[in-house]
C-alpha cells in the first residue's frame, strides 16, 4: 500500500487504534447477490463454487462494487466453506436452501481421516488474491477471509445450514473428544488457509464465527473462542503486520469476550447494543452495526438514521462503520449509495 495516501491507508489505519480523517466503511458480503452486474455473472455459471474456482471471474466480482461505490476496503469473492470442500464432503448450493454437504460427518473415522492441511487444493481462492490485488494496485486493502473452527464444524456435521444445528451440539455433549479433534483439525487448517492468503496479497484477514450464538454458554468457550484466540495467536506470532477483524454473532456478554482476543477489530452484530460496548471497550477497534434490513426500504430514510445512529454509537472511539450482518440480496442500491455517503459526510460532534 502506498502509505503518502491517506485514502487508500484508512482501514489499516483504523486496524492500528489510530484516527483518520473519517471512519472507512466496507459492507460485509459487498461483492456479490445484491448486484445486478453479480446476477448477470451468476446466471450464467450455474454452480457457486465453480464461479468461486474461476479466477478472472472471481477477481472481477471482487472489483464490482468498487466501480460502483466509494469503499475503503475490497473483500476477495470466495466463500467460508471453502474448506470443508476441499476436504471432500461434497459441497453443493442449492437454490433456496443453501449449502448442502453429500458427504456430512456421521462417524469417528470420517472426522479421523479428515487433511490438516488441505492448502494445496485451495490455490484457486490465493490466485485470486493475487490478481485481485494486481488489478487493486493499492486502491484499497484487500480482505482475505475463513470461517471459524466451531462454524465450519456446524456445517460439516449437520450437513446443511441448519436453525438450531442440533446434530452438531449434539456431538458437543456426547462427544467431546471427537469434537475437539474435528475443531483442533480444522484449526490447523484455518491457520495454514489464512497464512497462505497473506502471503497471496491479503492486506487484512477476517475470521466469521458466524454460529457461535448457537452454542449454550457452558461450550462457547470451549468449543468456539478458544479455537479462535489459537487462530489469531498464531496469525500474530507468523504476520504480526497483518491486521485481523473478528464477528460474530454473538450477544453482548460475548462480544465482550470477543474483545479480549489477539483481534486488530470486532465486528459486533447488529442485534447488539453497539453504544453499550463503545461505553465498555472505549479505545477497542469496532466494527458494525447497521441493520442489514435498513437497505431494503423504498426510501433511504431508514439507512440514513441507522448510519447515523451507528457513527453516534461509535464515539470517539476507532471504528469501521459496516453491517451487523452480510448485505441481503434484496438490498437497494440507491440506499447502499445513501449509506455511504452518510458516512463520507459525517461530522462527529465536538466535545
Request: charged fraction near 15%; aromatic fraction near 6%; charge should be negative.
Amino acid at each position: 500500500m502506498n502509505p503518502t495516501d491517506p485514502i487508500q491507508h484508512r482501514l489499516c489505519e483504523t486496524l492500528k487504534g489510530k484516527t483518520t480523517d473519517r471512519p472507512p466503511i466496507w459492507l460485509m458480503r459487498q461483492a456479490g447477490r445484491y448486484l445486478p452486474e453479480y446476477r448477470a455473472i451468476r446466471s450464467q455459471v450455474p454452480d457457486f463454487m465453480t464461479l468461486c474456482k474461476n479466477t478472472d471471474l472471481a477477481v472481477e466480482i471482487t472489483l464490482q462494487p468498487l466501480e460502483r461505490f466509494t469503499l475503503d476496503a475490497a473483500i476477495i469473492f470466495s466463500d467460508i466453506l471453502t474448506i470443508p470442500d476441499a476436504m471432500g464432503l461434497g459441497l453443493t448450493f442449492v437454490p433456496g436452501q443453501g449449502p448442502v454437504f453429500a458427504h456430512p460427518l456421521q462417524e469417528a473415522s470420517h472426522i479421523e481421516r479428515l487433511s490438516h492441511d488441505v492448502t494445496q487444493d485451495l490455490g484457486y481462492v490465493f490466485d485470486a488474491i493475487s490478481h485481485a490485488q494486481r488489478a487493486l494496485n493499492h486502491r484499497v486493502p484487500l480482505i482475505g477471509f475463513s470461517g471459524s473452527p466451531w462454524t465450519l464444524a456446524a456445517y460439516m456435521v449437520e450437513g446443511q445450514s441448519s436453525p438450531d444445528f442440533s446434530k452438531a451440539l449434539a456431538l458437543c455433549h456426547d462427544h467431546p473428544t471427537l469434537m475437539h479433534a474435528l475443531l483442533q483439525c480444522l484449526a490447523d487448517n484455518v491457520i495454514a488457509y489464512c497464512r497462505a492468503q497473506i502471503e497471496a496479497g491479503a492486506d487484512v484477514i477476517m475470521l466469521f464465527d458466524s454460529w457461535g450464538g448457537r452454542l449454550p454458554d457452558a461450550l462457547y468457550d470451549a468449543m468456539s473462542l478458544a479455537y479462535v484466540r489459537m487462530i489469531l495467536s498464531a496469525l500474530h506470532a507468523s504476520h504480526p503486520n497483518t491486521p485481523t477483524i473478528l464477528y460474530a454473532k454473538v450477544p453482548y456478554a460475548r462480544a465482550l469476550n470477543l474483545i479480549d482476543t489477539q483481534a486488530s477489530a470486532v465486528g459486533i452484530s447488529h442485534e447488539v447494543d453497539l453504544a453499550r460496548v463503545r461505553t465498555s471497550c472505549p479505545n477497542a477497534v469496532l466494527q458494525g452495526n447497521i441493520d442489514p434490513t435498513s437497505l431494503n426500504a423504498n426510501t433511504s430514510e431508514s439507512v440514513i438514521q441507522a448510519t447515523r445512529k451507528c457513527l453516534l454509537a461509535q464515539g470517539q472511539g476507532p471504528a469501521i462503520i459496516n453491517l451487523g450482518h452480510g448485505i441481503r440480496p434484496d438490498a437497494r442500491i440507491e440506499n447502499v449509495h445513501a449509506l455511504i455517503h452518510t458516512v463520507h459526510q459525517y461530522q462527529p460532534p465536538t466535545s
